[in-house]
């Protein structure tokens, strides 16, 4: 088995290392050389120096495995891609696109009889130890064919792998995960903030969280994790309170929004991201107007800044 | 090490086999017999025939634990036992009480140098195996005298159990707990009713959540529990789509209001809960009416009943 990866970043290379150690033949390129050079020492993956010679290293009938950043660069590997391969080779994108690209893209590259696998990954720096979470869209026969790297990657041979449908499903799927993850985060954010607002008691974030991981409803991976930093420190004074967004949770609201079905908790955990970010609050100052411009109450002056 | 238990129901029964089976002397009353009966044929546990008697039955200083349905019952309950009890006995209250009634039952019976202990229990039907979450709060006296009994409802001696602080901290934890809850079980259904509602895939949610059990961010016990009905049955056809709830949602959401601590999901995770009783929807007749008042819009004629 072998396969050739395109993205070295945090999931690229450890997937590589996993699949290393899984005995399959990795081939690697990233833009960055240092990221190559490192798993070419380290995990014995064999260095290319562009897509075009990644794809000659392969021989065919290839597979092309894309761990990027979703959007323009990703458009583009596949792009490059489509031109380079031959009929039969397949093109895996691991990353987190939008499942509607990936359908399109999918259509590009069967118009050139190359196949297309939509595989979402879950598991983030955790996967290297633990495996991925893999849910794959594509054609009965893409999926057979990629399945025993699959096996590698998944937690084990028989488990966290499942062929959601056609093409577009994988991503697809990968987005509701995530959707959901959003809305789990912030309940429980939510729920220790308020334990962190009784001034009156002392409660200890990090003895709750940890009793809670053994036995309670509420256990879960996340809340693993979440015990794990709070006893490390429970103030959080040293972190912004800002929240980035790779997508994925606004395209859930966006499929809830075009089909008609209520996810108010998804879409509130992702207003609740912007608002982290909006430090101007235009809208708390209009508010702040209109209080005052109907009943008189009096407007905080901005802090200086 | 022995305790009373007044009220058999689903969680005080499990309880109480598994302290028997920490060899724990238990003496049980509940206003079913036939709950009692089944203990002290099962489980070898002593019946008593009245909070009375079953006071009568322990020597002093005693535990007595209660495991029955917060509001009217559980007061009614604490009315009693502070008639009956003796200074230096300790009444432990392991249901989901609201944390300020228990503050307030506290200085009731402190007034009588009775102890109050708040336990949130956590585990549900599955505690008997898999051993209890506990949240308490109690003084550092009264929690050491129950601890070897915690220990042994706890999944093991060390894990957990947290003494949360004083008086109503461990039923305050309890509620935040259940809030979290009900935000996570949301964005769960949320997500996977995004996923039923593609009727040009079918996608297995067995399948999928089966999956993402293993190595996924999403993992939690909510969602083994979730992929386990759901490999029986994903229609759900038979299940009337009415949610209970027991009132720590609602008093996780006035603590936010009262302390103005933003908790946008947990609050819309209660809202979709009243929702989902509200077949009358008195709210959409009038958007519907109101949407024909200003737009012309047609209304549709409501159901026959």
Known sequence: ????????????????????????????????????????????????????????????????????????????????????????????????????????????LAARDIEFVDAGVSGGIWGLENGYALMVGGSDAAFARVLPLLRILAPAPDRGLV????????????????????????AYAEGLALMQGRDDWTLDLAAITEAWRHGSVVQSWLLDLTAGFLARDQALAGVQPYVQDSGEGRWTAIEAIERGIPAPVISAALMARFASRDSGNYTARLLAMMRQAFGGHATLPAAEE
């Open 1 to 108: 088995m072998q396969l050739g990866m395109i993205g070295l970043g945090r999931m690229g290379a450890n997937m590589t290392r996993r699949l290393r150690a899984g005995d399959v033949g990795v081939a690697g390129f990233d833009r960055n050389p240092a990221a190559v050079q490192e798993l070419v020492a380290e995990a014995g993956m064999r260095a290319a120096q562009s897509t075009e010679a990644l794809v000659g290293q392969l021989a065919p009938p290839r597979v092309l495995w894309l761990m990027l950043p979703a959007g323009d660069i990703t458009e583009s590997a596949i792009g490059d891609l489509a031109d380079l391969l031959a009929p039969g080779d397949i093109v895996v994108d691991g990353g987190n696109a939008w499942y509607r690209d990936s359908m399109r893209r999918s259509a590009l």
């Open 163 to 186: 062929h959601t449908g056609p093409v577009g499903s994988g991503h697809f799927v990968k987005m509701i995960h995530n959707g959901i993850e959003y809305g789990m985060m912030q």
